[in-house]
């Protein structure tokens, strides 16, 4: 259970972290990027990575869980760099729905 809220908390920090690039936010959003903006999406994109780590920590030992969300990382990479290829303008809406179903998810951690 920790594997997937971990993966559901890295998907909207990757998309927070793309909306800090000028190319990505004009794809997402469709306007120019501030640099208050990308500054405050760098530090939400940020929050979110850590947050994951914790999700990771809860449930395992330091060394499986940093190994574990490493790989949990590459697959909201993954995911949120093929969004961005095909399907730029949704991103914003997965990643919402994915930090919602995080949130609901700690709740079942123990």
């Known amino acids: 259970m920790n ?12 998309a927070a972290l ?3 690039m000028e190319r990505h936010h004009e794809q997402m959003v469709g306007e120019e990027l501030g ?3 990308m500054w405050l ?6 929050a ?9 920590l809860h449930g ?3 060394s499986v869980a940093v190994a574990a969300w490493l790989g ?13 290829t095909y399907a730029p303008r949704q991103l914003r809406t997965v990643a919402t729905v994915c ?9 079942l951690l123990r």
Do not use: E, K, Q
């Open 72 to 84: 949990v990382l590459t697959f909201a990479a993954l995911f949120t760099g093929l969004m961005l």
């Open 3 to 14: 594997t997937w809220i971990a993966l559901l908390w890295g998907v909207p920090a990757f």
């Open 48 to 56: 979110l990575l850590l947050g994951s780590l914790l999700v990771c």
């Open 18 to 20: 793309s909306l800090a």
């Open 35 to 37: 640099i208050r903006r």
């Open 99 to 107: 930090a919602v179903l995080a949130v609901a998810g700690l709740g």
């Open 60 to 62: 395992w030992g330091l």
């Open 41 to 46: 999406w760098r530090a939400v994109g940020t």
